[in-house]
């Protein structure tokens, strides 16, 4: 009963944060190529209620993500998501580029 009054607080606690107050670099820059960047403030924010509500149990999260096991999947994931994000950026530069030769006849 504790433990879901504690995971109510927390998640109550991270609905009432507001994306303004990252303080961190914008989603949207364009040199930006991390696409775990929402995910990652997603969690940040989390981390940050927990805290608040539970310090032990924060506390317990940390040592979780901590893990080598995390840690290796974690280093898979945003290796095969920069391959994906490279890949995207260099399918909309030939399409940048079939638009202005083809259509706009640049």
Request: glycine fraction near 0%.
């Amino acid at each position: 009963m504790l433990q879901s009054r504690a995971l109510v607080i927390a998640l109550i606690l991270l609905l009432s944060t507001t994306l303004p107050e990252v303080q961190s670099k914008s989603l949207f820059d364009k040199d930006r190529r991390d696409l775990l960047a929402i995910p990652e403030a997603i969690a940040s924010y989390f981390s940050e209620a927990v805290n608040k509500v539970s310090p032990k149990v924060s506390q317990f999260l940390l040592d979780t993500v901590q893990s080598p096991s995390v840690i290796a999947a974690r280093q898979r994931v945003v290796k095969e998501a920069a391959k994906v994000s490279i890949m995207f950026e260099q399918l909309i530069e030939k399409i940048k580029n079939l638009w202005y030769t083809k259509v706009l006849g640049y």
